[in-house]
T-cell receptor, first 117, second 113 residues
Framework: DAMVIQNPRYQVTQFGKPVTLSCSQTLNHNVMYWYQQKSSQAPKLLFHYYDKDFNNEADTPDNFQSRRPNTSFCFLDIRSPGLGDAAMYLC????????????????FGPGTRLTVL | AQKITQTQPGMFVQEKEAVTLDCTYDTSDQSYGLFWYKQPSSGEMIFLIYQGSYDEQNATEGRYSLNFQKARKSANLVISASQLGDSAMYFCAMGGGYNKLIFGAGTRLAVHP
């Protein structure tokens, strides 16, 4: 089955120790998104890739970076995790045109729950 | 600015009964999409149903239907014949510019046996 895969499902890191979360997809979608979701809140978009074009949200901290080496894979790098970065990180994909239609479904992976000690 | 409002922080329903989860939205765009996602305690966001702003018929997907009232800017989710496995958080979302999703605050649904 075509799907969005995130590894690992659970990640524990130490305060200030860099961590990388990975996402892969077999849907061949051109857009990939990273969301941060804290407890009892809605997901918050960090950034997304339209093909190879990186689009950062204005309020995403510099501590968060991303790489997309090819269509299938996307990585979220947290350079120096703080206690406030503990959250669920969700990757999503969609097949979208560069328009304002807002009608394309995003499909999510199972998420990576990050704990910062 | 685009906005999604879910006014019910929590709802409960008896097993096998129907339940409606409310969602209102605000946008000045003519073309947009409305989505409902289910998030169980495991954390995965599961796509349930989609309604396009130009769709004249209400969307249905199995036990899920979307009561779309464009003039009132509402897109309520109806779950028929509730099951224990329906207990989860439910998010209403709108497709914004460049397909960004704008989420509501969510409604936590509890299905009681």
């Amino acid at each position: 089955d075509a799907m969005v895969i995130q590894n690992p499902r659970y990640q524990v890191t130490q305060f200030g120790k860099p961590v990388t979360l990975s996402c892969s997809q077999t849907l061949n979608h051109n857009v990939m998104y990273w969301y941060q979701q804290k407890s009892s809140q809605a997901p918050k978009l960090l950034f997304h890739y339209y093909d190879k074009d990186f689009n950062n949200e204005a309020d995403t901290p510099d501590n968060f970076q991303s790489r997309r080496p090819n269509t299938s894979f996307c990585f979220l790098d947290i350079r120096s995790p703080g206690l406030g970065d503990a959250a669920m990180y969700l990757c999503a994909t969609s097949s979208s045109q560069r328009t304002r239609r807002g009608t394309d479904t995003q499909y999510f992976g199972p998420g990576t729950r990050l704990t910062v000690l | 600015a685009q906005k999604i409002t879910q006014t019910q922080p929590g709802m409960f329903v008896q097993e096998k009964e129907a339940v409606t989860l409310d969602c209102t939205y605000d946008t000045s765009d003519q073309s947009y999409g409305l989505f409902w996602y289910k998030q169980p305690s495991s954390g995965e966001m599961i796509f349930l149903i989609y309604q396009g702003s130009y769709d004249e018929q209400n969307a249905t997907e199995g036990r899920y239907s979307l009561n779309f009232q464009k003039a009132r800017k509402s897109a309520n989710l109806v779950i028929s014949a509730s099951q224990l496995g329906d207990s989860a958080m439910y998010f209403c979302a709108m497709g914004g510019g460049y397909n960004k999703l704008i989420f509501g605050a969510g409604t936590r649904l509890a299905v009681h046996p």
